[in-house]
T-cell receptor, first 116, second 109 residues
Framework: DTAVSQTPKYLVTQMGNDKSIKCEQN?????MYWYKQDSKKFLKIMFS???????INETVPNRFSPKSPDKAHLNLHINSLELGDSAVYFC???????????????FGAGTRLSVL | KNEVEQSPQNLTAQEGEFITINCSYS?????LHWLQQHPGGGIVSLFM???GKKKHGRLIATINIQEKHSSLHITASHPRDSAVYIC???????????FGTGTRLQVFP
């Protein structure tokens, strides 16, 4: 069974559209993350949720809105897509509050978003 | 300047060679990670270090907290080791993970 699963794997869409990427983890973790990886392979955190509560919210456009219906899911909704949103988006999760548990993040396979 | 710098950016090697990838950081950290990103895009956590050295199979990771430097070594490299290797540190002050730009490794048979 996949521990952290993201859907879809590929997403091609037109500028101006609204799209969502879903993420689910079956590890019982209480913290989930969204990362953006740009064309230069640079990973940058966007959001982090702990027990459905937002704890990290980096400076991302407010067109990006994370939604966590429960602690196993963290979905990313993007409004009014722009060309610069094209990237690979990774979801990750981690469990517990101890240093080791908090630091071991399990990543999804990524969603490659192409905005045309 | 990034808070986490890796070198080299690109690395090619012949099968069997000993590989070293370096990571330097400029912030106080509580932990450092080495991640591997496969050509298909999936990311796997290899090591989490806060001091000393860890070994897993042919992979060895070391960290020198005083010098703010870590190295990832691969012994007897193999084409299946071809991937992007990413260093990430957890900032002691902000508790956030900060990523390096990655090192692209290609191992040829």
């Amino acid at each position: 069974d996949t521990a952290v699963s993201q859907t879809p794997k590929y997403l091609v869409t037109q500028m101006g559209n609204d799209k969502s990427i879903k993420c689910e983890q079956n590890l019982g973790h209480d913290t989930m993350y969204w990362y953006k990886q740009d064309s230069k392979k640079f990973l940058k955190i966007m959001f982090s949720y702990n027990n459905k509560e937002l704890i990290i919210n980096e400076t991302v456009p407010n067109r990006f809105s994370p939604k966590s219906p429960d602690k196993a899911h963290l979905n990313l909704h993007i409004n009014s897509l722009e060309l610069g949103d094209s990237a690979v988006y990774f979801c990750a999760s981690s469990g517990g509050q101890g240093l080791i548990a908090k630091n071991i993040q399990y990543f999804g396979a990524g969603t490659r978003l192409s905005v045309l | 300047k990034n808070e986490v710098e890796q070198s080299p950016q690109n690395l090619t090697a012949q099968e069997g060679e000993f590989i070293t990838i370096n990571c330097s950081y400029s912030v106080g950290i509580s932990a450092l990670h080495w991640l591997q990103q496969h050509p298909g895009g999936g990311i796997v956590s290899l090591f989490m270090l806060s001091s000393g050295k860890k070994k897993h199979g042919r992979l060895i990771a070391t960290i020198n907290i005083q010098e703010k430097h870590s190295s990832l070594h691969i012994t007897a490299s193999h084409p299946r080791d071809s991937a992007v290797y990413i260093c990430a540190v957890r900032s002691y002050n902000t508790d956030k993970l900060i990523f390096g730009t990655g090192t692209r490794l290609q191992v040829f048979p």
